[in-house]
Structures are given as structure tokens and as C-alpha cells.
């Protein structure tokens, strides 16, 4: 017979969302499990996304500065060249150092780890499929955490080798002479100018007219051109209609153009929803028409006690928008209380430079018919981005045109991820562009921009 085990809160899946909610339940006094199929714990995030593809976006843009970005700075280099191996180890360490860290962080929590494959059998009851046989969970609530997977695309066959999605992208054996990347979104740009950085030849296929869709116009239309001049081949209205391996490499075939044969081919057009296996038919609970399990505002599915967050439901697939949702849901749970600002949820792209936005586009406002005033400041006119060498971008603030509230802050400059965290807490706080302008910003900071953007929404910018 089964073993059993009985907790008040069973989570299936371990990524930011799963184990954040875990840990922060049982800092709420339930007694709780999480269940994850991987032998690791950290789920896409850590395993095969936001952390691997860190550590190699900062060890080649290191790679391509020391190569050929130094001379202006009058320092002289000379043979310099990669070890892609000790790239990759260092890559591995940074990943396992993080997922042996939230083990940790279980054991000083007191919650308890499930390995294996989760199943809801019925409301309350979990079965693990585990490499020693099957564990039976009893719970008073289920939190389904079980984040997303790369989707597919018909035509394109994906053979875990020369034709692969992200996860193999982070661990190419080999810089690939010519690679072509399926999709200009967050994935592609950054993955992309990682084996650009490293020498490979990019091709970036994007089946729309733009590069970032749901990114601010303005601003992806600047990364568009920085990019390009990086070196990123990328060639926008390219519908893929078939890739697949051809010899050692792989051919890809793109309607109107001729073929393109490659080394290797990463297909990169989205993420959905990963349910499979998931036994929601057991419990009633249907997900909706792009595989998204449906929740209200308490993240309750429509099975009493079921509860989901995260990639697996609608909003962006972004690990600190799970982390948010994981501490208002069991927060709900625990006290009756939890909510998540989603006006407040910034996105960063780490290309270099960074891209980073919160809140509204300004193609959002116009469509909402928003009144609205705008405020631009160049990095070029900063003079901390002078002295980095790293003057490209701009910072650009949406005001409401009649109470001054900030609706929307989109950067592309140096250091965008950490500068945006300054406009977050200002729209958490319904702050205006003048309390930005009004507050003082050391000099010289990259951070000014930001205090300046926000003055030129009222025209009186200083330094441009
Ligand atoms: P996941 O992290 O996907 O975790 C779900 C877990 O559930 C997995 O461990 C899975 O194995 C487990 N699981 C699934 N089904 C079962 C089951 N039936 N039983 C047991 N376990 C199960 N986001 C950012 O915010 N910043 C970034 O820089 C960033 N970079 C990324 C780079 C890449 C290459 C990729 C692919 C994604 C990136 N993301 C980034 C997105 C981010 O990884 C996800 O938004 C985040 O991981 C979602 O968290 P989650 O907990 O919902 O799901
Ligand atoms: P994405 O949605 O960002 O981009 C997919 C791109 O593929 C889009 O530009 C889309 O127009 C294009 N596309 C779709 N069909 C196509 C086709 N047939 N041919 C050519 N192009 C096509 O998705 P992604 O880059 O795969 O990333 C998935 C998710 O992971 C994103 O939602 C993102 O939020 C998350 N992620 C976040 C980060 C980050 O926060 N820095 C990094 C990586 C991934």
C-alpha cells in the first residue's frame, strides 16, 4: 500500500512560485509539502532560465567587452579567448549553489519535499510518482505551481539537439557557427546575444514587424536598432513554416525567402502553460483557451480548495510576478488577506543595454484614450552613463496629464533592471512624476535619469 501523509497545504511544483508559497505558508504556521518532479528544486527559473541565462549573459558580455570594448578606456588586450566549458561550469555552480539554497531554506521552515510526478487523484488528495513508487498526499488546500514550458511550433521539429528550445540554448557543448533563434521576444534577444557575444552568426526569425511585442513602441524600436548594430541579424515579417535537422546542422524554411541551413536552430516563440498529467479532469477544473488554469481574485480555481499561481495562470510569465502571487495567495489563505498590484509588475530584458518598463505603454494610454504628458531623457546627457561608456537609451515617464500620477516608466539604458525598481515603488505608491523630480538623486548616478525624465514631463529638464 501507498504511504500517506497528511498536511493542511500540499504545492505541486517548486519554482519561484511553488516555493516561495511553501516557505511563506509555513512561516504562517500550516504544515506544508511541496512536490517537484525534477530532482532539483528552483523550477524553470533557476534550473534552466532566469539564473542560468544570467550567468551567461554577464560571463559573455565580459567575454565581448574585454575582447574589443576596452581600448577606448586605454587599456590594451591581446589574447584573449573563451573556455566555453568553464563558462558553462561556473554557470552550473552559480544554479546549484541557488537550488541547494532553497533545500536550505525547506529544512529551516520545516517543509516538507515530495520528489516526483504530482497528480490530484481527487479534491485533497495528491498521489506522488516518485523513482520508489507511488506516495499518497492528503491536503486541506492544493496550490498548483507547475509553471510553463516552451511552446511548440507546427512545422518545426524539436529534436533536444540541433533543433532545441532554451534549455538547450544554455548548454551548447559549442559556440555554433550559424544560429538562427525563432521568435524576437525576451527569450531570443537574450540568448541570442549571448552566442552572438561568444561569435556565432545570429539569425533572428520574428514573425511580426517588430522585434519585444507588448514592449513600448518607442522603446523596443531603440533596442531594435542596438541590437542590429551588435551584430543580432535580425529580420522581422519572417513566418517559419519548417526547421528540422539536415546532416550535422539543421535547415529552416521561412515562406517567401530561401531556405537558411545552420548549426544549430533555438526556437523561442513563447511559453505555455504546463498542465499535463495534472489530473484537473479529476477535479472538474478546465483550463481556458491558451491552457491557462482560471482563477479568481483569491487564486482559487473553480474546485473548492484548489488553488493555482503563477505561469500556470493568465498575467506575465515572469518569476517575480509568481514570487508576488505565491504570498497573496497563502496570505489569503492563512489571514483572509492578500492582493497583487499588477499596474505595479516591472519587466526587464537583460540585453545590453538592459530594457526595463513598468506600468502602462504609451500605446496603451492612446488606445484607452488617456490624457496623458510624456517625459524623455537621454542617457547620452548623463554623466555617469558617459564615464561607464555606456551612453545609448533613454528613460521615458507617463504621466496623467491632469493629476501628474505616474502611469508608465520605460528605460533602455545601462543598468535599466535596477533603476526601474525606483519607478516601481513610486506607481506602488500612486507617487507623481513631480515627487521624482522633487526628490534628490545622487550625483553622479545613473538614477538622475530618472529624476530628470520625470522634470521633462513638465519641460524643465536641466541637463537636456
Ligand atoms: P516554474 O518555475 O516553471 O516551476 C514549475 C515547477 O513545477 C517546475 O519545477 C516543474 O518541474 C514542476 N512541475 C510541473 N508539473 C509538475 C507535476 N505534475 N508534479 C510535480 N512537479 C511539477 N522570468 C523573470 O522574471 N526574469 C527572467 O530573467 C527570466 N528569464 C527566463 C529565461 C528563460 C530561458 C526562461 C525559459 C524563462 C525565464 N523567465 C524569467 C520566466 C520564469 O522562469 C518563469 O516565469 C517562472 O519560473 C515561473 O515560475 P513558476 O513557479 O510559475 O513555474
Ligand atoms: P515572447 O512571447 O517574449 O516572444 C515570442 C516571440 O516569438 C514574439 O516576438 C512572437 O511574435 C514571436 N513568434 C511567435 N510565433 C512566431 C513564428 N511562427 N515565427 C517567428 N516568430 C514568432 O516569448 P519567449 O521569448 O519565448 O519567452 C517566454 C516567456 O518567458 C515570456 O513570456 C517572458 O515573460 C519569459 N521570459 C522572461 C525573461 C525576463 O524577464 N528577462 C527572460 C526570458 C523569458
Known amino acids: 500500500m501507498a504511504e500517506e501523509h497528511?498536511?493542511?497545504?500540499?504545492?505541486?511544483?517548486?519554482?519561484?512560485?511553488?516555493y516561495v508559497a511553501a516557505i511563506r505558508a509555513a512561516q504562517l504556521g500550516l504544515k506544508v509539502a511541496?512536490?517537484?518532479k525534477e530532482r532539483s528544486l528552483g523550477g524553470t527559473c533557476l534550473n534552466v532560465g532566469c539564473i542560468p541565462s544570467k550567468a551567461l549573459l554577464e560571463s559573455s558580455e565580459r567575454f565581448a567587452e574585454i575582447s574589443s570594448g576596452l581600448g577606448e578606456h586605454g587599456i590594451e588586450t591581446a589574447g584573449?579567448?573563451?573556455?566555453?566549458?568553464?563558462?558553462?561550469?561556473?554557470?552550473?555552480?552559480?544554479?546549484?549553489?541557488?537550488?541547494?539554497?532553497?533545500?536550505?531554506?525547506?529544512?529551516k521552515n520545516g517543509v516538507s519535499s515530495h520528489f516526483g510526478h504530482g497528480r490530484i487523484t481527487a479534491p485533497g488528495t495528491i498521489e506522488v510518482q516518485g523513482s520508489d513508487g507511488v506516495v499518497k498526499l492528503k491536503a486541506a488546500k492544493i496550490l498548483i505551481a507547475t509553471g510553463s514550458r516552451s511552446a511548440d511550433l507546427p512545422g518545426v521539429e524539436v529534436d533536444g539537439e540541433s533543433v532545441g528550445t532554451s534549455t538547450e540554448a544554455l548548454s551548447y557543448p559549442e559556440v555554433p557557427q550559424k544560429l538562427v533563434v525563432i521568435g524576437a521576444g525576451v527569450i531570443g534577444l537574450e540568448l541570442g546575444s549571448v552566442w552572438s557575444r561568444l561569435g556565432s552568426q545570429v539569425i533572428v526569425l520574428e514573425y511580426l514587424d517588430r522585434i519585444l511585442p507588448?514592449?513600448?513602441?518607442?522603446?523596443a524600436a531603440i533596442a531594435q536598432k542596438v541590437l542590429a548594430k551588435q551584430g543580432l541579424d535580425l529580420r522581422l515579417s519572417s513566418r517559419v513554416?519548417?526547421?528540422k535537422k539536415k546532416g550535422s546542422g539543421c535547415t529552416v524554411e521561412v515562406e517567401g525567402s530561401p531556405a537558411i541551413d545552420c548549426d544549430r536552430v533555438m526556437l523561442a516563440v513563447g511559453r505555455v502553460p504546463h498542465t499535463e498529467g495534472l489530473g484537473l479532469d479529476s477535479i472538474g477544473v478546465e483550463v481556458d483557451s491558451r491552457g491557462c488554469i482560471p482563477v479568481n481574485d483569491a487564486f482559487e480555481?473553480?474546485?473548492?480548495?484548489?488553488?493555482?499561481?503563477?505561469?500556470?495562470?493568465?498575467?506575465p510569465m515572469l518569476a517575480h510576478k509568481a514570487e508576488e502571487e505565491a504570498v497573496a495567495c497563502v496570505e489569503k489563505i492563512a489571514t483572509g488577506y492578500g492582493h497583487v498590484n499588477y499596474d505595479a509588475i516591472p519587466s526587464v530584458v537583460y540585453t545590453h543595454p538592459e530594457i526595463a518598463s513598468v506600468?502602462?505603454?504609451?500605446?496603451?494610454?492612446?488606445?484607452?484614450?488617456?490624457?496623458?504628458?510624456?517625459?524623455?531623457?537621454?542617457?547620452?546627457?548623463?554623466?555617469?552613463?558617459?564615464?561607464?561608456g555606456s551612453a545609448e537609451g533613454q528613460v521615458k515617464f507617463l504621466a496623467d496629464a491632469e493629476t501628474d500620477r505616474l502611469l508608465g516608466v520605460h528605460i533602455i539604458g545601462p543598468q535599466a533592471s535596477e533603476l526601474i525598481a525606483e519607478a516601481v515603488t513610486a506607481i506602488e505608491f500612486g507617487a507623481s512624476a513631480e515627487d521624482i523630480a522633487r526628490s534628490c538623486h545622487a550625483h553622479p548616478t545613473l538614477a538622475e535619469t530618472l529624476k530628470e525624465a520625470a522634470m521633462a514631463v513638465d519641460g524643465r529638464a536641466i541637463h537636456f
Open 34 to 36: 511541496c512536490v517537484e
Open 359 to 388: 506600468g502602462k505603454t504609451e500605446e496603451a494610454l492612446k488606445e484607452e484614450g488617456a490624457k496623458y504628458r510624456k517625459g524623455v531623457f537621454p542617457f547620452m546627457a548623463n554623466g555617469r552613463a558617459r564615464a561607464l
Open 80 to 107: 584573449v579567448s573563451l573556455d566555453l566549458g568553464r563558462m558553462m561550469k561556473r554557470k552550473a555552480k552559480v544554479v546549484t549553489t541557488l537550488t541547494r539554497g532553497i533545500a536550505g531554506l525547506f529544512k
Open 6 to 18: 497528511s498536511y493542511d497545504l500540499v504545492v505541486i511544483g517548486a519554482g519561484p512560485g511553488g
Open 214 to 219: 507588448g514592449m513600448d513602441e518607442e522603446t
Open 241 to 243: 513554416t519548417s526547421a
Open 301 to 315: 480555481t473553480s474546485c473548492a480548495g484548489v488553488f493555482a499561481i503563477g505561469d500556470v495562470v493568465a498575467g
